[in-house]
Protein backbone atom coordinates (compact mmCIF):
# COMPACT_ATOMS: atom_id res chain seq x y z
CA UNK A 1 0.00 0.00 0.00
CA UNK A 2 1.33 3.15 -0.76
CA UNK A 3 0.69 6.73 0.33
CA UNK A 4 0.72 9.60 -1.94
CA UNK A 5 1.56 12.64 -0.44
CA UNK A 6 0.63 16.72 -1.73
CA UNK A 7 2.74 19.43 -1.08
CA UNK A 8 0.50 22.61 -0.72
CA UNK A 9 0.27 25.51 -2.83
CA UNK A 10 2.41 28.28 -1.85
CA UNK A 11 0.32 31.73 -1.66
CA UNK A 12 1.41 34.57 -3.89
CA UNK A 13 1.83 37.60 -1.97
CA UNK A 14 0.10 40.27 -3.19
CA UNK A 15 2.37 42.61 -5.19
CA UNK A 16 4.01 46.17 -3.13
CA UNK A 17 3.88 49.05 -5.23
CA UNK A 18 8.09 50.22 -5.69
CA UNK A 19 6.96 53.81 -6.97
CA UNK A 20 6.74 56.74 -4.45
CA UNK A 21 3.30 57.40 -6.24
CA UNK A 22 2.20 54.07 -5.91
CA UNK A 23 3.49 53.41 -2.23
CA UNK A 24 1.38 56.79 -1.10
CA UNK A 25 -1.88 55.64 -3.04
CA UNK A 26 -1.53 52.02 -1.08
CA UNK A 27 -1.29 54.02 2.12
CA UNK A 28 -4.13 55.98 1.55
CA UNK A 29 -6.21 53.46 0.08
CA UNK A 30 -5.28 50.81 3.41
CA UNK A 31 -6.82 53.51 5.83
CA UNK A 32 -9.71 54.61 3.77
CA UNK A 33 -10.35 52.27 1.50
CA UNK A 34 -10.83 54.98 -1.44
CA UNK A 35 -10.11 52.68 -4.22
CA UNK A 36 -13.40 51.27 -4.23
CA UNK A 37 -14.82 54.52 -4.55
CA UNK A 38 -12.21 55.19 -7.57
CA UNK A 39 -12.69 52.03 -8.98
CA UNK A 40 -16.69 52.38 -9.16
CA UNK A 41 -15.98 56.02 -10.68
CA UNK A 42 -13.39 54.89 -13.35
CA UNK A 43 -16.26 51.97 -14.27
CA UNK A 44 -19.14 55.38 -14.39
CA UNK A 45 -20.39 55.49 -17.90
CA UNK A 46 -21.07 59.34 -19.78
CA UNK A 47 -22.78 59.35 -22.47
CA UNK A 48 -21.12 61.23 -25.54
CA UNK A 49 -23.11 64.41 -26.55
CA UNK A 50 -21.75 68.22 -27.01
CA UNK A 51 -24.45 69.86 -24.96
CA UNK A 52 -23.51 67.86 -21.72
CA UNK A 53 -20.42 70.18 -21.40
CA UNK A 54 -22.54 72.60 -20.91
CA UNK A 55 -22.67 72.09 -17.04
CA UNK A 56 -18.70 71.92 -17.40
CA UNK A 57 -18.30 75.04 -18.73
CA UNK A 58 -20.49 76.55 -16.08
CA UNK A 59 -18.38 74.22 -13.35
CA UNK A 60 -14.88 75.64 -14.93
CA UNK A 61 -15.83 78.76 -14.83
CA UNK A 62 -16.47 78.87 -11.49
CA UNK A 63 -13.45 77.22 -10.98
CA UNK A 64 -11.51 80.51 -13.05
CA UNK A 65 -13.43 83.14 -10.82
CA UNK A 66 -12.27 81.07 -7.30
CA UNK A 67 -8.60 81.35 -8.91
CA UNK A 68 -8.74 85.09 -10.14
CA UNK A 69 -10.73 86.01 -6.80
CA UNK A 70 -8.39 84.85 -4.35
CA UNK A 71 -5.68 86.87 -5.98
CA UNK A 72 -7.96 89.44 -5.79
CA UNK A 73 -9.18 89.52 -2.56
CA UNK A 74 -5.33 89.88 -1.88
CA UNK A 75 -5.36 93.89 -3.03
CA UNK A 76 -8.84 94.89 -2.31
CA UNK A 77 -9.97 96.98 0.39
CA UNK A 78 -13.77 96.57 0.97
CA UNK A 79 -13.52 99.53 2.89
CA UNK A 80 -15.67 102.76 2.26
CA UNK A 81 -13.28 105.40 4.26
CA UNK A 82 -12.79 108.40 2.37
CA UNK A 83 -8.81 109.10 0.74
CA UNK A 84 -7.16 111.19 -1.86
CA UNK A 85 -5.58 109.09 -4.64
CA UNK A 86 -2.38 109.71 -5.99
CA UNK A 87 -2.01 107.29 -9.08
CA UNK A 88 -0.90 108.53 -12.18
CA UNK A 89 -4.09 108.55 -14.15
CA UNK A 90 -4.61 112.31 -14.83
CA UNK A 91 -8.48 112.96 -14.53
CA UNK A 92 -8.60 110.73 -11.05
CA UNK A 93 -5.79 112.00 -9.60
CA UNK A 94 -5.83 113.61 -6.28
CA UNK A 95 -9.88 112.93 -6.15
CA UNK A 96 -11.40 112.26 -2.80
CA UNK A 97 -12.59 108.88 -3.31
CA UNK A 98 -13.87 105.58 -0.75
CA UNK A 99 -10.44 103.29 0.00
CA UNK A 100 -12.68 100.14 -2.51
CA UNK A 101 -12.21 102.36 -5.13
CA UNK A 102 -8.84 103.04 -4.72
CA UNK A 103 -7.57 99.75 -3.98
CA UNK A 104 -9.70 98.87 -7.37
CA UNK A 105 -7.48 101.70 -9.40
CA UNK A 106 -4.32 100.36 -7.91
CA UNK A 107 -5.47 96.88 -9.00
CA UNK A 108 -6.20 98.00 -12.41
CA UNK A 109 -2.81 99.72 -13.09
CA UNK A 110 -0.42 99.16 -10.10
CA UNK A 111 -0.16 95.54 -9.27
CA UNK A 112 1.22 93.70 -12.29
CA UNK A 113 -1.38 91.51 -13.50
CA UNK A 114 -3.88 93.01 -11.23
CA UNK A 115 -5.89 94.47 -14.72
CA UNK A 116 -5.42 91.14 -16.57
CA UNK A 117 -6.61 89.24 -13.47
CA UNK A 118 -9.76 91.50 -12.63
CA UNK A 119 -11.02 91.18 -16.60
CA UNK A 120 -10.70 87.41 -16.92
CA UNK A 121 -12.85 87.51 -13.16
CA UNK A 122 -15.39 89.90 -14.71
CA UNK A 123 -15.89 87.51 -18.24
CA UNK A 124 -15.55 84.02 -16.37
CA UNK A 125 -18.63 85.38 -14.08
CA UNK A 126 -20.48 86.08 -17.31
CA UNK A 127 -19.75 82.79 -18.75
CA UNK A 128 -20.58 81.20 -15.51
CA UNK A 129 -23.98 82.61 -15.71
CA UNK A 130 -24.57 81.99 -19.34
CA UNK A 131 -23.68 78.56 -19.24
CA UNK A 132 -25.75 77.72 -16.18
CA UNK A 133 -28.83 78.83 -18.06
CA UNK A 134 -28.50 77.50 -21.15
CA UNK A 135 -27.47 74.10 -19.32
CA UNK A 136 -30.58 74.52 -17.57
CA UNK A 137 -32.43 75.42 -21.06
CA UNK A 138 -31.32 72.11 -22.08
CA UNK A 139 -31.87 70.50 -19.23
CA UNK A 140 -35.63 71.88 -19.51
CA UNK A 141 -36.25 71.31 -23.07
CA UNK A 142 -35.21 67.50 -23.13
CA UNK A 143 -37.04 66.72 -19.87
CA UNK A 144 -34.27 65.91 -17.88
CA UNK A 145 -36.04 67.48 -14.75
CA UNK A 146 -38.58 64.26 -14.42
CA UNK A 147 -37.96 61.62 -11.77
CA UNK A 148 -35.45 60.69 -10.01
CA UNK A 149 -34.26 64.27 -10.91
CA UNK A 150 -36.71 67.03 -9.41
CA UNK A 151 -34.20 67.22 -6.71
CA UNK A 152 -31.73 68.11 -8.64
CA UNK A 153 -33.57 70.60 -10.63
CA UNK A 154 -34.30 72.58 -7.89
CA UNK A 155 -30.49 72.36 -6.66
CA UNK A 156 -29.84 73.91 -10.42
CA UNK A 157 -32.43 76.51 -10.01
CA UNK A 158 -30.88 77.50 -6.25
CA UNK A 159 -27.11 77.77 -7.89
CA UNK A 160 -28.35 80.00 -10.65
CA UNK A 161 -30.06 82.26 -8.39
CA UNK A 162 -26.89 82.08 -6.24
CA UNK A 163 -25.22 83.05 -9.04
CA UNK A 164 -26.81 86.26 -9.61
CA UNK A 165 -26.27 86.86 -6.19
CA UNK A 166 -22.37 86.46 -6.58
CA UNK A 167 -22.57 88.33 -9.62
CA UNK A 168 -24.39 91.46 -8.20
CA UNK A 169 -22.57 91.46 -4.90
CA UNK A 170 -19.09 91.46 -6.99
CA UNK A 171 -20.19 93.96 -9.42
CA UNK A 172 -20.82 96.40 -6.69
CA UNK A 173 -17.73 96.17 -5.16
CA UNK A 174 -15.64 98.42 -6.71
CA UNK A 175 -17.52 100.83 -5.97
CA UNK A 176 -17.83 103.49 -9.02
CA UNK A 177 -20.49 105.44 -10.33
CA UNK A 178 -21.78 102.51 -11.99
CA UNK A 179 -22.27 100.31 -9.53
CA UNK A 180 -23.31 103.00 -7.02
CA UNK A 181 -26.49 102.73 -9.20
CA UNK A 182 -27.16 99.71 -8.96
CA UNK A 183 -26.97 99.72 -5.06
CA UNK A 184 -29.02 103.03 -5.25
CA UNK A 185 -32.17 100.73 -7.37
CA UNK A 186 -31.31 98.35 -4.91
CA UNK A 187 -32.31 100.67 -2.21
CA UNK A 188 -35.44 101.62 -3.55
CA UNK A 189 -36.55 98.07 -4.42
CA UNK A 190 -35.74 96.95 -1.01
CA UNK A 191 -37.97 99.84 0.39
CA UNK A 192 -40.69 98.90 -1.55
CA UNK A 193 -42.00 96.07 0.11
CA UNK A 194 -44.65 96.76 2.17
CA UNK A 195 -44.34 97.15 5.86
CA UNK A 196 -40.55 95.50 6.20
CA UNK A 197 -39.29 97.30 3.36
CA UNK A 198 -37.52 100.42 5.05
CA UNK A 199 -36.35 98.43 7.96
CA UNK A 200 -34.82 95.99 5.75
CA UNK A 201 -32.78 98.78 4.01
CA UNK A 202 -31.80 100.21 7.13
CA UNK A 203 -30.34 96.59 7.95
CA UNK A 204 -28.52 95.84 4.61
CA UNK A 205 -26.88 99.35 4.27
CA UNK A 206 -26.29 100.03 8.35
CA UNK A 207 -28.15 102.99 8.09
CA UNK A 208 -29.74 105.63 5.51
CA UNK A 209 -28.52 104.86 1.97
CA UNK A 210 -25.20 104.58 1.06
CA UNK A 211 -24.31 103.93 4.62
CA UNK A 212 -20.35 103.06 5.70
CA UNK A 213 -20.65 99.37 5.89
CA UNK A 214 -22.37 98.07 2.69
CA UNK A 215 -18.80 97.26 0.82
CA UNK A 216 -17.39 95.19 3.72
CA UNK A 217 -20.85 93.27 3.77
CA UNK A 218 -20.79 92.28 0.34
CA UNK A 219 -17.32 91.23 0.28
CA UNK A 220 -17.78 89.35 2.76
CA UNK A 221 -20.87 87.84 1.24
CA UNK A 222 -19.21 88.45 -2.38
CA UNK A 223 -15.78 85.93 -0.60
CA UNK A 224 -17.25 83.82 2.01
CA UNK A 225 -20.85 83.19 2.07
CA UNK A 226 -22.11 82.98 -1.20
CA UNK A 227 -19.05 80.87 -2.63
CA UNK A 228 -19.35 78.32 0.03
CA UNK A 229 -22.94 77.78 -0.68
CA UNK A 230 -22.15 77.26 -4.39
CA UNK A 231 -19.67 74.72 -3.38
CA UNK A 232 -21.72 72.76 -1.57
CA UNK A 233 -24.38 72.80 -4.06
CA UNK A 234 -22.11 72.22 -6.30
CA UNK A 235 -21.22 69.20 -4.61
CA UNK A 236 -24.26 67.86 -4.31
CA UNK A 237 -25.61 68.41 -7.78
CA UNK A 238 -22.66 66.29 -8.73
CA UNK A 239 -23.38 63.75 -6.55
CA UNK A 240 -27.03 63.22 -7.08
CA UNK A 241 -25.67 63.06 -10.88
CA UNK A 242 -23.66 60.51 -10.25
CA UNK A 243 -26.50 58.99 -7.47
CA UNK A 244 -28.91 58.73 -10.25
CA UNK A 245 -26.70 58.51 -13.60
CA UNK A 246 -26.56 59.83 -16.79
CA UNK A 247 -29.49 60.79 -18.81
CA UNK A 248 -28.99 60.00 -22.41
CA UNK A 249 -30.58 60.58 -26.03
CA UNK A 250 -33.31 58.71 -27.25
CA UNK A 251 -31.40 56.27 -29.83
CA UNK A 252 -31.29 52.49 -30.21
CA UNK A 253 -29.81 50.67 -27.43
CA UNK A 254 -30.99 53.23 -25.12
CA UNK A 255 -33.27 52.36 -22.24
CA UNK A 256 -33.99 53.69 -18.42
CA UNK A 257 -31.94 50.70 -17.46
CA UNK A 258 -29.13 51.38 -19.20
CA UNK A 259 -26.25 54.24 -19.97
CA UNK A 260 -24.36 53.84 -23.75
CA UNK A 261 -21.29 55.84 -23.86
CA UNK A 262 -17.86 55.87 -22.66
CA UNK A 263 -16.24 54.92 -19.02
CA UNK A 264 -14.91 57.71 -17.10
CA UNK A 265 -11.75 56.86 -16.70
CA UNK A 266 -9.80 57.33 -19.07
CA UNK A 267 -11.66 58.72 -21.78
CA UNK A 268 -14.14 61.20 -20.23
CA UNK A 269 -11.74 62.73 -18.00
CA UNK A 270 -9.07 63.13 -20.83
CA UNK A 271 -12.02 65.29 -22.48
CA UNK A 272 -13.21 67.32 -19.28
CA UNK A 273 -9.29 67.77 -18.79
CA UNK A 274 -9.03 69.26 -21.85
CA UNK A 275 -12.20 70.90 -21.69
CA UNK A 276 -11.24 73.05 -18.91
CA UNK A 277 -8.00 73.89 -20.48
CA UNK A 278 -9.57 75.19 -23.35
CA UNK A 279 -12.17 77.04 -21.06
CA UNK A 280 -8.96 78.77 -19.12
CA UNK A 281 -7.31 79.36 -22.27
CA UNK A 282 -10.67 81.22 -23.94
CA UNK A 283 -10.94 83.26 -20.77
CA UNK A 284 -7.77 84.65 -20.38
CA UNK A 285 -8.01 85.37 -24.19
CA UNK A 286 -10.64 87.28 -23.42
CA UNK A 287 -9.28 89.24 -20.36
CA UNK A 288 -6.14 90.39 -22.31
CA UNK A 289 -7.87 91.41 -25.72
CA UNK A 290 -11.49 92.60 -24.36
CA UNK A 291 -12.02 95.31 -21.76
CA UNK A 292 -14.37 95.18 -19.51
CA UNK A 293 -15.85 97.20 -16.57
CA UNK A 294 -13.09 100.18 -16.85
CA UNK A 295 -14.40 101.32 -13.78
CA UNK A 296 -11.68 104.52 -14.34
CA UNK A 297 -14.28 105.70 -17.02
CA UNK A 298 -16.70 106.00 -14.17
CA UNK A 299 -15.20 107.43 -11.63
CA UNK A 300 -16.04 106.91 -7.65
CA UNK A 301 -19.46 106.95 -7.07
CA UNK A 302 -21.49 110.19 -6.66
CA UNK A 303 -25.41 109.90 -6.08
CA UNK A 304 -26.06 112.57 -8.59
CA UNK A 305 -25.45 111.83 -11.97
CA UNK A 306 -26.95 108.99 -13.64
CA UNK A 307 -25.42 108.82 -17.25
CA UNK A 308 -27.21 107.00 -20.48
CA UNK A 309 -25.71 103.61 -20.78
CA UNK A 310 -25.48 102.64 -17.39
CA UNK A 311 -26.81 99.15 -17.65
CA UNK A 312 -25.66 96.14 -15.38
CA UNK A 313 -24.38 92.77 -16.70
CA UNK A 314 -26.23 90.95 -19.05
CA UNK A 315 -27.89 87.91 -16.55
CA UNK A 316 -29.26 91.69 -14.87
CA UNK A 317 -30.73 93.36 -17.61
CA UNK A 318 -33.92 91.48 -17.45
CA UNK A 319 -34.80 93.33 -13.78
CA UNK A 320 -33.43 96.70 -15.30
CA UNK A 321 -35.81 96.25 -18.15
CA UNK A 322 -38.70 95.30 -16.08
CA UNK A 323 -38.69 99.10 -13.76
CA UNK A 324 -37.88 100.80 -17.10
CA UNK A 325 -41.09 99.67 -18.48
CA UNK A 326 -43.58 100.37 -15.83
CA UNK A 327 -45.40 103.46 -15.91
CA UNK A 328 -44.13 105.15 -12.45
CA UNK A 329 -47.80 106.61 -11.82
CA UNK A 330 -48.61 103.07 -10.38
CA UNK A 331 -48.72 104.34 -6.94
CA UNK A 332 -51.31 103.86 -3.84
CA UNK A 333 -51.54 105.78 -0.81
CA UNK A 334 -53.86 103.83 1.62
CA UNK A 335 -54.49 104.66 4.87
CA UNK A 336 -52.50 106.17 7.55
CA UNK A 337 -50.69 108.03 4.46
CA UNK A 338 -48.25 104.57 3.39
CA UNK A 339 -47.75 104.72 0.12
CA UNK A 340 -47.23 101.32 -1.88
CA UNK A 341 -44.98 101.34 -4.92
CA UNK A 342 -46.56 99.35 -7.09
CA UNK A 343 -44.31 101.01 -9.69
CA UNK A 344 -41.34 99.72 -8.53
CA UNK A 345 -42.61 96.64 -6.23
CA UNK A 346 -44.42 94.89 -9.47
CA UNK A 347 -41.52 94.87 -12.11
CA UNK A 348 -38.69 94.22 -9.43
CA UNK A 349 -40.59 91.80 -6.82
CA UNK A 350 -43.35 90.18 -8.38
CA UNK A 351 -42.21 89.64 -12.13
CA UNK A 352 -39.29 87.84 -11.23
CA UNK A 353 -41.02 85.92 -8.49
CA UNK A 354 -42.61 84.64 -11.12
CA UNK A 355 -39.92 83.77 -13.32
CA UNK A 356 -38.43 81.73 -10.53
CA UNK A 357 -41.42 80.19 -8.99
CA UNK A 358 -42.23 78.84 -13.00
CA UNK A 359 -38.74 77.53 -12.54
CA UNK A 360 -38.74 75.93 -9.50
CA UNK A 361 -42.21 73.77 -9.47
CA UNK A 362 -42.30 73.01 -13.13
CA UNK A 363 -40.92 69.48 -12.62
CA UNK A 364 -43.79 68.80 -9.88
CA UNK A 365 -46.92 70.86 -12.20
CA UNK A 366 -45.72 68.32 -15.41
CA UNK A 367 -45.80 65.49 -13.30
CA UNK A 368 -49.15 65.83 -11.72
CA UNK A 369 -50.76 66.79 -14.88
CA UNK A 370 -49.50 63.39 -16.92
CA UNK A 371 -49.83 61.15 -13.61
CA UNK A 372 -47.11 59.66 -14.69
CA UNK A 373 -44.47 59.01 -11.48
CA UNK A 374 -41.79 56.49 -13.54
CA UNK A 375 -38.07 57.13 -13.50
CA UNK A 376 -37.16 58.83 -16.37
CA UNK A 377 -33.14 58.22 -17.86
CA UNK A 378 -33.96 58.53 -21.70
CA UNK A 379 -34.36 62.36 -22.80
CA UNK A 380 -37.24 63.60 -24.61
CA UNK A 381 -36.93 65.70 -28.22
CA UNK A 382 -38.69 68.93 -27.37
CA UNK A 383 -40.93 68.40 -30.83
CA UNK A 384 -42.65 65.54 -29.05
CA UNK A 385 -43.45 67.41 -26.01
CA UNK A 386 -44.99 70.78 -27.65
CA UNK A 387 -46.52 72.73 -24.55
CA UNK A 388 -43.59 71.90 -22.63
CA UNK A 389 -41.26 73.13 -25.34
CA UNK A 390 -43.64 76.85 -26.42
CA UNK A 391 -44.25 77.55 -22.60
CA UNK A 392 -39.97 77.61 -22.46
CA UNK A 393 -39.64 79.17 -25.56
CA UNK A 394 -42.53 81.82 -24.51
CA UNK A 395 -40.36 82.68 -21.21
CA UNK A 396 -37.46 82.95 -22.56
CA UNK A 397 -38.87 85.59 -25.23
CA UNK A 398 -40.24 87.79 -22.27
CA UNK A 399 -36.54 87.54 -21.05
CA UNK A 400 -35.15 88.73 -24.37
CA UNK A 401 -37.49 91.46 -24.69
CA UNK A 402 -37.07 92.51 -20.92
CA UNK A 403 -33.27 92.67 -21.65
CA UNK A 404 -33.88 94.74 -24.16
CA UNK A 405 -35.73 97.05 -22.76
CA UNK A 406 -32.99 97.82 -20.05
CA UNK A 407 -31.09 98.80 -23.03
CA UNK A 408 -33.71 101.42 -24.24
CA UNK A 409 -31.78 104.60 -24.24
CA UNK A 410 -28.60 102.86 -25.75
CA UNK A 411 -31.14 101.62 -28.47
CA UNK A 412 -32.66 105.68 -28.79
CA UNK A 413 -29.13 106.68 -28.78
CA UNK A 414 -27.53 104.75 -31.44
CA UNK A 415 -30.91 104.24 -33.57
CA UNK A 416 -31.66 108.17 -33.57
CA UNK A 417 -35.22 107.05 -32.30
CA UNK A 418 -37.81 108.07 -29.70
CA UNK A 419 -37.32 106.58 -26.07
CA UNK A 420 -40.88 106.85 -25.47
CA UNK A 421 -42.13 105.01 -28.71
CA UNK A 422 -39.01 101.96 -27.99
CA UNK A 423 -40.98 102.07 -24.23
CA UNK A 424 -43.96 101.53 -25.78
CA UNK A 425 -43.10 99.12 -28.33
CA UNK A 426 -41.60 97.11 -25.59
CA UNK A 427 -44.44 97.26 -23.65
CA UNK A 428 -47.13 96.03 -25.90
CA UNK A 429 -44.19 92.71 -26.70
CA UNK A 430 -43.74 92.26 -23.48
CA UNK A 431 -47.72 90.76 -23.82
CA UNK A 432 -47.93 89.86 -27.25
CA UNK A 433 -44.45 88.17 -27.89
CA UNK A 434 -44.32 85.13 -25.34
CA UNK A 435 -47.73 84.95 -26.12
CA UNK A 436 -46.94 84.57 -29.58
CA UNK A 437 -43.93 82.63 -29.40
CA UNK A 438 -45.84 79.78 -27.22
CA UNK A 439 -48.20 79.66 -30.16
CA UNK A 440 -45.39 79.85 -33.20
CA UNK A 441 -43.56 77.25 -31.12
CA UNK A 442 -46.52 74.60 -30.06
CA UNK A 443 -47.34 74.49 -33.68
CA UNK A 444 -43.65 74.00 -35.47
CA UNK A 445 -43.10 70.97 -32.66
CA UNK A 446 -47.05 69.35 -33.97
CA UNK A 447 -45.80 69.85 -37.72
CA UNK A 448 -42.33 68.39 -36.74
CA UNK A 449 -44.64 65.39 -34.88
CA UNK A 450 -46.39 65.36 -38.33
CA UNK A 451 -43.32 64.90 -40.90
CA UNK A 452 -41.76 62.60 -38.95
CA UNK A 453 -45.48 60.09 -39.29
CA UNK A 454 -44.78 61.04 -42.99
CA UNK A 455 -41.27 60.28 -42.71
CA UNK A 456 -41.81 56.86 -40.99
CA UNK A 457 -44.92 55.58 -43.15
CA UNK A 458 -43.13 56.68 -46.37
CA UNK A 459 -39.76 57.02 -46.38
CA UNK A 460 -37.23 59.85 -47.57
CA UNK A 461 -37.87 61.73 -50.88
CA UNK A 462 -34.89 60.68 -53.22
CA UNK A 463 -35.88 63.05 -55.77
CA UNK A 464 -35.96 59.97 -58.48
CA UNK A 465 -38.66 59.93 -60.58
CA UNK A 466 -40.52 56.57 -62.37
CA UNK A 467 -42.86 56.48 -64.64
CA UNK A 468 -45.09 53.17 -64.84
CA UNK A 469 -46.21 51.33 -67.98
CA UNK A 470 -49.64 52.64 -67.35
CA UNK A 471 -48.61 56.21 -67.36
CA UNK A 472 -48.55 56.91 -63.95
CA UNK A 473 -45.69 58.82 -62.07
CA UNK A 474 -44.14 58.26 -58.78
CA UNK A 475 -41.05 59.75 -57.14
CA UNK A 476 -39.09 56.59 -55.43
CA UNK A 477 -38.69 57.10 -51.51
CA UNK A 478 -35.64 55.85 -49.69
CA UNK A 479 -37.10 53.86 -46.23
CA UNK A 480 -35.60 54.77 -43.15
CA UNK A 481 -32.96 52.70 -41.28
CA UNK A 482 -34.06 50.76 -37.92
CA UNK A 483 -32.18 53.18 -35.83
CA UNK A 484 -34.28 56.64 -37.68
CA UNK A 485 -37.02 54.71 -37.66
CA UNK A 486 -36.68 54.13 -33.75
CA UNK A 487 -35.59 57.17 -33.46
CA UNK A 488 -38.73 59.16 -34.68
CA UNK A 489 -41.32 56.16 -33.10
CA UNK A 490 -39.85 55.56 -29.88
CA UNK A 491 -41.59 58.65 -27.83
CA UNK A 492 -44.95 57.90 -25.34
CA UNK A 493 -47.55 60.76 -26.65
CA UNK A 494 -49.33 61.76 -23.18
CA UNK A 495 -53.32 62.63 -22.68
CA UNK A 496 -55.11 64.54 -20.74
CA UNK A 497 -55.95 62.73 -16.81
CA UNK A 498 -59.04 61.70 -17.14
CA UNK A 499 -61.92 63.32 -14.94
CA UNK A 500 -64.28 60.93 -13.07
CA UNK A 501 -67.61 61.68 -12.93
CA UNK A 502 -68.67 64.09 -9.59
CA UNK A 503 -70.96 61.75 -7.69
CA UNK A 504 -70.11 58.28 -6.86
CA UNK A 505 -72.34 55.27 -7.20
CA UNK A 506 -74.93 56.33 -4.24
CA UNK A 507 -74.95 59.71 -5.84
CA UNK A 508 -72.69 61.58 -3.20
CA UNK A 509 -70.55 64.08 -4.59
CA UNK A 510 -66.85 63.23 -4.55
CA UNK A 511 -64.96 64.95 -2.08
CA UNK A 512 -61.79 66.54 -4.18
CA UNK A 513 -64.40 66.36 -7.44
CA UNK A 514 -63.49 70.53 -7.49
CA UNK A 515 -59.65 70.70 -7.07
CA UNK A 516 -59.51 67.24 -9.53
CA UNK A 517 -61.50 69.48 -12.27
CA UNK A 518 -59.04 72.20 -12.29
CA UNK A 519 -55.70 69.30 -13.20
CA UNK A 520 -58.62 68.04 -15.63
CA UNK A 521 -58.39 71.60 -17.83
CA UNK A 522 -54.55 72.50 -16.68
CA UNK A 523 -53.90 68.83 -18.34
CA UNK A 524 -55.93 68.71 -21.06
CA UNK A 525 -54.27 72.32 -21.65
CA UNK A 526 -50.90 70.35 -21.77
CA UNK A 527 -51.98 67.42 -24.06
CA UNK A 528 -54.84 67.61 -25.29
CA UNK A 529 -53.48 68.65 -29.44
CA UNK A 530 -51.03 65.74 -29.29
CA UNK A 531 -49.82 63.49 -32.83
CA UNK A 532 -49.85 59.67 -31.81
CA UNK A 533 -46.55 57.86 -32.94
CA UNK A 534 -46.69 55.40 -35.69
CA UNK A 535 -47.73 51.85 -34.59
CA UNK A 536 -46.56 48.97 -35.71
CA UNK A 537 -49.94 48.03 -37.04
CA UNK A 538 -49.76 51.55 -39.36
CA UNK A 539 -46.14 50.44 -40.35
CA UNK A 540 -46.87 47.58 -41.51
CA UNK A 541 -49.73 48.46 -43.69
CA UNK A 542 -47.92 51.09 -44.93
CA UNK A 543 -45.21 48.51 -45.87
CA UNK A 544 -47.69 46.03 -47.04
CA UNK A 545 -49.07 48.56 -49.71
CA UNK A 546 -45.81 49.49 -50.78
CA UNK A 547 -45.27 46.03 -51.65
CA UNK A 548 -48.25 45.77 -53.71
CA UNK A 549 -47.25 48.87 -55.76
CA UNK A 550 -44.39 47.20 -56.36
CA UNK A 551 -46.05 44.32 -57.37
CA UNK A 552 -47.84 45.94 -59.92
CA UNK A 553 -45.30 47.39 -61.70
CA UNK A 554 -43.09 44.32 -62.14
CA UNK A 555 -43.27 44.73 -65.73
CA UNK A 556 -41.18 48.08 -65.81
CA UNK A 557 -37.85 48.52 -65.82
CA UNK A 558 -38.17 50.49 -62.52
CA UNK A 559 -40.54 47.92 -60.98
CA UNK A 560 -37.18 46.50 -58.37
CA UNK A 561 -38.25 49.05 -55.61
CA UNK A 562 -37.82 47.92 -51.98
CA UNK A 563 -40.75 47.22 -50.09
CA UNK A 564 -42.43 50.31 -48.61
CA UNK A 565 -40.27 52.78 -51.08
CA UNK A 566 -43.16 54.11 -53.38
CA UNK A 567 -46.28 56.29 -53.27
CA UNK A 568 -48.98 56.34 -55.04
CA UNK A 569 -50.90 58.96 -56.36
CA UNK A 570 -53.56 58.56 -53.53
CA UNK A 571 -51.40 58.58 -50.80
CA UNK A 572 -49.56 61.81 -52.57
Same mark, same amino acid.
Given at each position: MSTATTTPKTLKKPTQ???? +????? &?YLDQRTKIGVLVK?????IFPEHWSF /??? @?? +? $?? %?FVVLLITGVFLALFFQPS /?? $?VRWDGDLP? $? *???? /? %??AFASTLDLSFEVRGGLLMRQIHHWAALIFMASIVVHMLRVFFTGAFRKPRELNWLVGATLMILGLAAGFSGYSLPDDVLSG?? $? #??? &?? !??KSIPIIGSYMSYFIFGGEFPGEHIIARLFTVHILLVPGLILALIGLHLFLMVLHKHTQYPGGGRTDSNVVGVPALPVFAAKMGGNFFFIFGVLALMGATLSINSVWNYGPFDPSPVSAGAQPDWYMLFLEGSLRLMPGQAEIVTWGNFTLSLNVLIPAVVIPGILFTFLLTYPFLEAKVTGDHREHHVLDRPRNVPVRTALGVAFLTAFIILALAGSNDLIATHFHLSINSITWVFRVLLFLGPWFAFWVTKRICLGLQRK? #? @???? *?? *?ESGRIVRFASGEYIEVHTPLDEQERWL #? !? %?? @?? #??PLELAPAADARGVKRKGYASEKIWHKVSRFFYEDRVEPVTPAELAAAHAHGEHDAIEASHDEHAALPAGATRTEQER
Open positions: PTTP +AGKAA &DELARK /MLG @EI +A $LF %S /MA $LQ $L *HGQL /M %SANG $L #RIT &DG !VVD #R @ELVL *HG *H #R !V %SY @ET #RK
